[in-house]
């Protein structure tokens, strides 16, 4: 059909058909907001994160645990949530989060929430990591149950 609607046109039957949807689309989107891509297109720089981003915890046998809230190769800005769980008999919980470019953890920071109230249950916490584009860190925990909250800010290593 296509060729009788062009005939002096070559048809380029080489390609997949998925990629030529694709394509097609992004030189439409490329047109409406006012870029004309042409046989080469420009790059797009998208900054990621460099390094694993961790959060220690200690699980029910009292093991230290890591936990990968922001893997190495992110994009960026990236935000996670984690529930982290404590025992209630404890009046203050302390959180490391730690930056893993080697095969030894750094830690970057450690939150502490003081002045909880004892419980028969556990603590549920509520950390959220976000990372901006400059490499900067915003952790914030909240105690789900009592609403106290604790956050720091880590800002990016020049």
């Known amino acids: 059909m296509i060729r009788d609607l062009f005939a002096d046109v070559e048809l380029l039957s080489s390609a997949p058909p998925d990629e030529v949807i694709a394509v097609g689309a992004a030189m439409e989107a490329g047109l409406l907001v006012g870029r004309e891509i042409g046989s080469s297109p420009e790059s797009v720089t998208v900054e990621a994160c460099v390094s694993d981003i961790l959060l220690k915890e200690?699980?029910?046998?009292?093991?230290?645990?890591?936990?990968?809230?922001?893997?190495?190769?992110?994009?960026?800005?990236?935000?996670?949530?984690?529930?982290?769980?404590?025992?209630?008999?404890?009046?203050?919980?302390?959180l490391e989060l730690y930056q893993k470019t080697t095969e030894q953890p750094e830690r970057l920071a450690k939150i502490v929430?003081?002045?909880?109230?004892?419980?028969?249950?556990?603590?549920?916490?509520?950390?959220?990591?976000?990372?901006?584009?400059?490499?900067?860190?915003?952790v914030s925990c909240v105690e789900q149950n009592s609403g106290k909250t604790e956050a720091i800010s880590i800002s990016a290593a020049s």
């Open 58 to 94: 200690v699980d029910e046998t009292g093991a230290e645990v890591f936990s990968v809230l922001l893997p190495s190769g992110t994009p960026l800005p990236a935000r996670r949530h984690h529930i982290l769980s404590g025992p209630g008999r404890l009046a203050s919980l302390c």
């Open 113 to 138: 929430l003081r002045d909880l109230e004892t419980k028969e249950d556990n603590h549920d916490i509520d950390a959220v990591v976000t990372m901006k584009r400059d490499g900067s860190l915003h």
